[in-house]
């Protein structure tokens, strides 16, 4: 529709006002759609097209202009990005025959909605559980790294493990002055606003004994009788209907509009913290949750010390009896050990805490047709069979798809088309078939792999599994299979590796279908094609311009996230990070892979379990032609940056080659690893000429003599706990 067409058109104020609730109601859709999920459904131009036609309207019938209209979201939220800007462009027009020139407004998509917040203290996430004798299993990680005795007893804090989203709250002399998302655990969204109108979150702490400093973290969740009511109220107005409670917090937090999240019935459960003040001192979860409530704050109900397994598993079962009364959707159990000192002792493991875990809740089950059996080919060219199921409403979600693993999971269960099968959402978030329930009759032949990739036709592989035994099935196609390839660019611009975020999965797809690319590396010759990019259908030349830029600001990608966006199996964020720290250069470490040192290296330095990583990063670089892949990026001027080991005040041990020997008294060996490395040290499993320092403890044997051999500096424990106090990471 043209500008001004519609203005010739005129509208009674009934027929202006449905038009008007129509247009905002379908712009803050298709803003959704666009801005948080990447997934437009029309075009910029029929956007710009609609959201022009509600100015008009709006300017016609000031009177009817609604809180909600995407116009007035420029500027109206301080602490939110619009996600858009508006440019006017001088364009003529006749109005009673006479050629007058007005400004035309253009609307310019902009890509991020929510101010981004680097969190202080990272949010993570934990491990997770499912059986009873984990428990002991925790328990024994706890003792064993703490160098405690077996049967010591280790009071932990138990508490509900809520169905929400998690939100850091941060409160400055007492008042509320931020709030963010968890977000990738480092970064996080604000919120601020939006949590403002949440009715039991204090706009200031009450009290006196507050600290200058405190992030207050917790879940934003909805209590089950007002979700079900207000999806209730939306069913009237055919609004949208939600699927469970979290979803329906989820959509809520991230509105745009504070107005339209006071009417969501958010609350929110305070239970953990992030950044405090140094001077405020606390010694447990238990004397912190009991703050919370002085403070002002709704702490998880029910909370409370359990000192022993056989306590924590009467917890656990009482809970799963009472869940369905409680009021709210819980999907485990979390335990905390509940000192302080400890929890700092005990530290972190990649994402998660050591001293706390999830107990997570049986699966839910139900039944329901196993309507066929898809292949889908991955990332890495592994060929998974898909369940492709009569939908069926399992833990409050609709489950059409499930997992069926590899061709080993089929034929143990016998599991064949027509069947009506058990479907379990596992852990109550990934679904997959079970079992069999009933047989289908007559019944169907048995699955049969594709002897070649249904994607691209080449060769399928099997491979077996030397630890699980499992049989798989691998497309060895790895550049020319359109399903790998699109995995891997789809991995390579995530936001846990290169993260450029304008290029999206429908942008990928196409390019692919054009073959413009191929590898990752043609990315950054995309801007060759500039022409032919703009000439797409629903692409524009300033959108085109924007992704081409986004490229181009990552041609510097940090040698831990270059590593990780590579794509080789096993190869993630947490060992992309180790190999960084310890090759430091994209050179070296290509060097030593060249030269089969990595298998001496590495490996001598980590753990024994790194031998699949080994592995796989061999024939990544040698049948996968890793090394012509990394030469391309540097072809087209990538800089991948040398890892930097974080700075710490008097730091002795950073870039030393350090060698722990004996047994130690005071800190387990797994934690004084940890530390080293967290101080930038390499820490050796054999003492040689590279050697810089060894610490002995008791019992120093062979390794002990050696160094005293070649003259390299020794240390004791308490002179290695000594300088451990006097750093500051």
């Known amino acids: 529709?043209?500008?001004?067409?519609?203005?010739?058109?005129?509208?009674?104020?009934?027929?202006?006002?449905?038009?008007?609730?129509?247009?905002?109601?379908?712009?803050?859709?298709?803003?959704?759609?666009?801005?948080?999920?990447?997934?437009?459904?029309?075009?910029?131009?029929?956007?710009?097209?609609?959201?022009?036609?509600?100015?008009?309207?709006?300017?016609?019938?000031?009177?009817?202009?609604?809180?909600?209209?995407?116009?007035?979201?420029?500027?109206?939220?301080?602490?939110?990005?619009?996600?858009?800007?508006?440019?006017?462009?001088?364009?003529?027009?006749?109005?009673?025959?006479?050629?007058?020139?007005?400004?035309?407004?253009?609307?310019?998509?902009?890509?991020?909605?929510?101010?981004?917040?680097?969190?202080?203290?990272?949010?993570?996430?934990?491990?997770?559980?499912?059986?009873?004798?984990?428990?002991?299993?925790?328990?024994?990680?706890?003792?064993?790294?703490?160098?405690?005795?077996?049967?010591a007893q280790v009071d932990v804090f138990a508490e509900y493990k809520i169905d929400g989203i998690s939100c850091n709250i941060r409160y400055e002399d007492g008042k509320l002055v931020q709030a963010a998302t968890r977000g990738d655990g480092q970064t996080g969204e604000d919120i601020t606003l939006n949590v403002k109108t949440i009715k039991n979150v204090p706009h200031e702490l009450k009290g006196n004994n507050i600290p200058k400093i405190i992030d207050i973290r917790g879940e934003i969740f909805m209590y089950d009788a007002e979700f079900d009511k207000m999806n209730e109220d939306q069913a009237k107005v055919e609004g949208k209907i939600f699927a469970n409670s979290r979803n329906a917090t989820s959509g809520s937090v991230r509105q745009q509009d504070p107005d339209v999240v006071k009417k969501r019935p958010l609350s929110f459960f305070a239970y953990s913290m992030g950044e405090l003040s140094e001077e405020f001192k606390l010694s447990s979860?238990?004397?912190?949750?009991?703050?919370?409530?002085?403070?002002g704050l709704t702490v998880i109900p029910n909370s409370k010390i359990v000192k022993s397994e056989e306590e924590?598993?009467?917890?656990?079962?009482?809970?799963?009896?009472?869940?369905?009364?409680?009021?709210f959707a819980i999907d485990g159990m979390v335990y905390k050990v509940n000192d302080f000192e400890l929890q700092k002792r005990l530290g972190f493991i990649s994402r998660s805490p050591r001293w706390a875990i999830a107990h997570k809740f049986p699966a839910i089950e139900k039944t329901t047709v196993l309507e066929a059996i898809d292949i889908q080919v991955g990332r890495t060219g592994?060929?998974?069979?898909?369940?492709?199921?009569?939908?069926?409403?399992?833990?409050?979600?609709?489950?059409?798809?499930?997992?069926?693993?590899?061709?080993?999971?089929?034929?143990?269960?016998?599991?064949?088309?027509?069947?009506?099968?058990?479907?379990?959402?596992?852990?109550?978030?990934?679904?997959?078939?079970?079992?069999?329930?009933?047989?289908?009759?007559?019944?169907?032949?048995?699955?049969?792999?594709?002897?070649?990739?249904?994607?691209?036709?080449?060769?399928?592989?099997?491979?077996?599994?030397?630890?699980?035994?499992?049989?798989?099935?691998?497309?060895?196609?790895?550049?020319?299979?359109?399903?790998?390839?699109?995995?891997?660019i789809k991995h390579f611009v995530s936001k846990d590796n290169v993260d450029i975020d304008s290029v999206g999965e429908s942008f990928i797809r196409l390019m692919l279908e054009l073959d413009y690319i191929k590898t990752p590396v043609d990315l950054y010759n995309l801007h060759q094609y500039r022409d032919e990019l703009i000439a797409l259908d629903g692409y524009k030349e300033k959108s085109i311009d924007n992704i081409l830029q986004a490229i181009e600001e990552k041609k510097k990608i940090s040698l831990d996230r270059f590593i990780s966006?590579?794509?080789?199996?096993?190869?993630?964020?947490?060992?992309?990070?180790?190999?960084?720290?310890?090759?430091?250069?994209?050179?070296?470490?290509?060097?030593?892979?060249?030269?089969?040192?990595?298998?001496?290296?590495?490996?001598?330095?980590?753990?024994?379990?790194?031998?699949?990583?080994?592995?796989n990063i061999i024939h990544f670089f040698t049948k996968d032609h890793g090394i012509e892949v990394i030469e391309k990026f540097k072809e087209n001027?990538?800089?991948?940056?040398?890892?930097?080991?974080?700075?710490?005040?008097?730091?002795?041990?950073?870039?030393?080659?350090?060698?722990?020997?004996?047994?130690?008294?005071?800190?387990?060996?797994?934690?004084?690893?940890?530390?080293?490395?967290?101080?930038?040290?390499?820490?050796?499993?054999?003492?040689?000429?590279?050697?810089?320092?060894?610490?002995?403890?008791?019992?120093?044997?062979?390794?002990?003599?050696?160094?005293?051999?070649?003259?390299?500096?020794?240390?004791d424990e308490d002179t290695f706990l000594a300088i451990k106090e006097s750093i500051s990471l």
């Open 1 to 151: 529709m043209d500008l001004f067409e519609f203005a010739e058109n005129k509208l009674t104020e009934t027929e202006a006002k449905k038009r008007i609730r129509q247009l905002v109601k379908e712009l803050n859709y298709h803003s959704d759609l666009y801005y948080n999920k990447q997934e437009p459904e029309i075009a910029d131009v029929e956007y710009d097209e609609m959201f022009r036609e509600l100015e008009k309207l709006e300017a016609d019938f000031p009177n009817l202009k609604v809180k909600n209209s995407p116009t007035e979201k420029v500027g109206a939220l301080p602490n939110f990005a619009p996600p858009y800007r508006v440019e006017y462009r001088k364009t003529s027009i006749d109005i009673t025959g006479k050629s007058v020139i007005v400004p035309l407004p253009i609307i310019i998509p902009l890509k991020n909605q929510f101010t981004p917040v680097e969190h202080k203290v990272k949010m993570l996430s934990l491990s997770n559980m499912f059986k009873d004798e984990d428990v002991s299993d925790f328990f024994k990680r706890i003792r064993n790294y703490l160098n405690m005795p077996e049967h």
């Open 285 to 295: 979860q238990e004397e912190y949750h009991n703050l919370l409530m002085e403070w």
């Open 312 to 327: 924590i598993l009467e917890f656990y079962r009482k809970t799963i009896e009472d869940r369905p009364e409680l009021g």
């Open 382 to 488: 592994t060929l998974t069979p898909v369940a492709r199921l009569k939908p069926v409403e399992v833990g409050g979600v609709v489950v059409s798809n499930a997992t069926l693993h590899n061709i080993d999971y089929i034929n143990e269960r016998d599991l064949r088309v027509g069947d009506s099968v058990f479907v379990v959402r596992a852990g109550d978030v990934i679904p997959k078939v079970a079992a069999i329930a009933k047989k289908a009759e007559p019944r169907a032949d048995k699955f049969q792999f594709p002897e070649s990739c249904p994607v691209c036709g080449g060769e399928v592989e099997k491979v077996v599994n030397l630890d699980s035994n499992n049989t798989a099935y691998q497309c060895t196609n790895r550049w020319e299979c359109k399903a790998q390839l699109e995995a891997t």
């Open 565 to 615: 966006s590579l794509g080789i199996p096993l190869v993630g964020k947490e060992t992309g990070t180790e190999l960084a720290q310890f090759y430091l250069s994209l050179d070296k470490f290509v060097n030593c892979v060249k030269n089969n040192e990595i298998l001496v290296d590495f490996m001598s330095a980590n753990s024994k379990q790194n031998k699949k990583y080994v592995e």
């Open 637 to 715: 001027e990538v800089e991948i940056l040398d890892f930097e080991v974080k700075e710490v005040s008097e730091n002795p041990f950073k870039d030393k080659v350090i060698v722990l020997t004996g047994t130690l008294q005071s800190v387990k060996r797994a934690e004084a690893k940890d530390f080293l490395k967290l101080c930038g040290a390499k820490v050796g499993s054999a003492v040689s000429g590279k050697t810089d320092l060894v610490v002995a403890g008791l019992s120093a044997g062979s390794k002990l003599k050696k160094a005293e051999e070649l003259g390299i500096e020794v240390i």
